[in-house]
């Protein structure tokens, strides 16, 4: 994913595989034994999901259901190791009154609120972050702030790469302990990996998702797979991104993943908002996606779409994407 951060102008010039997010203050473990405990919504499928990182003028935290019909979970972002930012942290400044009033809200629209967690600025694996405090400390967080849930964003390229295992071990560790915390059924736990750590590649020795989905797959609601910044042409049609990738990435389209041992209907279809600012490539207009959609929907998939990020992406874009396989 690719976005500019609000809290630095010279993060705009930068270009990441990735999410983009900014460290702003110190995450601490809170208490939260005077949170009563609430089963979460979680939905079953199909998830239309919209990240959100970008600053609105006149808008704090999410923005008003109408904006963004269609779709059924939003992901606020950032919660980093360093603390909440971007949208993570404007959700903080509300008071808790109007987050209680935000989360009626959504919930009466079937829209479930979540924190995403690192991005493509945060590497904790590389940095040492211990993954089981880190865990606890963002499922803390969670609680404290009344969300339905978070998902793992984890772009540590560098981590993954190696092909050590590390990645991996401290992604099923993460996971496990987020489970510990955030029990399946009541909180959404979701995982945004790039499409191409679904692959049998040299360059990921120890299995990066392949590895993490075996280990702790029955753990992760679904995958917001990223189906974009992995190259100028992969992804770009509904051949290459349903069927047969190809280019700098073969066996990373949607069924080859699932034939690689991925549950099918995990595979969140990830996608930019706009041509240009949101991703460096993979983008397809929403017209045409509708029909890949549809294509998917046809061949026994029923997972949903994902976009990044509000507010270039919005109600009538997803309405677009869905009107062909999900109309409302």
């Known amino acids: 994913m690719f976005s500019v951060s609000w809290f630095s102008v010279l993060l705009s010039l930068l270009l990441f595989r990735g999410v983009l997010s900014a460290p702003t203050c110190e995450l601490k473990a809170r208490s939260v034994d005077a949170v009563p405990p609430s089963k979460r919504a979680v939905p079953s499928g199909p998830r239309f999901v919209i990240y959100s990182d970008k ?11 109408s904006e963004i019909q269609g779709y059924n979970v939003f992901a606020l972002s950032f919660l980093l190791t360093s603390g909440p930012a971007d949208k993570a942290l404007e959700w903080t400044q509300l008071s808790a009154s109007d987050r209680s009033t935000v989360k009626s809200q959504y919930s009466s629209a079937g829209i479930s609120l979540i924190v995403s967690a690192f991005g493509s600025t945060d590497a904790p694996t590389s940095s040492g972050a211990n993954p089981t405090s880190t ?28 092909g050590d295992g590390s990645a991996e071990s401290w992604l099923a560790t993460f996971t496990q302990q987020l489970r510990t915390q955030l029990p399946q059924g009541q909180f ?19 299995g990066a998702y392949l590895k993490v989905d075996q280990t702790v797959g029955s753990l992760i609601d679904w995958y917001n797979v990223q189906f974009y910044n992995q190259g100028t042409t992969e992804y770009t049609t509904c051949d290459n991104l349903l069927n047969t990738a190809g280019g700098d990435w073969p066996g990373s389209a949607l069924f080859e993943i699932a034939s690689a041992g991925v549950d099918l209907n995990k595979l969140v279809i990830g996608k930019p908002g706009l041509s240009a600012g949101d991703a460096n490539n ?47």
Request: hydrophobic share 45%; with cysteine; proline share 8%.
């Open 55 to 65: 600053w609105v003028s006149g808008l704090t935290g999410p923005p008003p259901v």
């Open 135 to 162: 865990a606890n400390t963002m499922a803390a967080w969670v609680k404290e702030f009344d969300l339905d849930g978070i998902d793992v964003d984890y772009e540590d390229f560098n981590a993954m790469d190696k």
């Open 188 to 206: 959404i736990l979701s995982h945004a990996p790039v499409a191409p750590w679904f692959t049998v590649n040299n360059l990921f020795a120890a």
């Open 282 to 328: 993979g983008y397809i207009d929403p017209s045409t996606l509708a029909g890949c959609v549809e294509q998917a929907k046809s061949k026994g998939w029923d997972a949903g779409v994902m976009v990044w990020e509000f507010p270039d992406a919005a109600a009538s874009w997803i309405q677009t994407v869905r009107s062909q396989a999900f109309p409302e």
